[in-house]
């Protein structure tokens, strides 16, 4: 693993990893993830993370807010003045202890919060990132924020609901909103991060 590692330009010795809770705001039963992330990610990266341990398709604009700093895409033309993500470490950010939010899709804005709850040395037998835990499903995307996915959730629970037959279709026989595999989410943190 040294090797690969060193390919990459890590060093194994001093590289730190950020233990980090994931906690989507406004939203009961909490949907939540525990992630492993290098801290020499910059903030693009996390994005990415983010969106794969909690289940987006990555469809929407995002920001995070460190601090009341603003970090994204920049869009010159845009309304929102954002510091350039991509030039950006969580390194150089936060430390243990640290709280910052992550806000997705500006149009249903969910919310994150961010915990920093342990920074320790990596294990040169692991792989980076992945998810250690969480419950439950991601929200579907366009579902209508926090507001929108408590409807869906009602909906569902009650089959005598006026909306349960048009919100079964529109979420699709297969969402299960209690059920999350942090293995599967693990996987798809190391093929896309």
Known sequence: MQAAYAQEGWDVVSRQIFQLMVSLAGVRPTVWRRVLVPGGYTLDRLHRVIQHAMGWRDCHLH???VDGRQYGE???????????ELDVRLDALV???DRFRYTYDF???????LVVEDCCAADPDERYPLCLD???????????GPAGYAVLLAALADPEHPEHP?????????????VFDSDRATVLLRRCC
């Not at 419950?135 to 209508?144: K, L, S």
């Not at 048009?166 to 026989?173: F, H, L, Q, S």
């Open 74 to 84: 920049p869009d010159p033309g845009g309304e929102l003045a954002l510091r350039d």
């Open 63 to 65: 920001s995070f807010d």
């Open 107 to 113: 149009g249903d804005w969910w919310e994150h919060d």
């Open 166 to 178: 048009t919100m079964r279709e529109w979420a699709g026989p297969a969402f299960d909103p209690a």
């Open 95 to 97: 430390g243990k202890g």
């Open 134 to 144: 969480g419950e439950r499903a991601c929200p579907p995307e366009d579902v209508g």
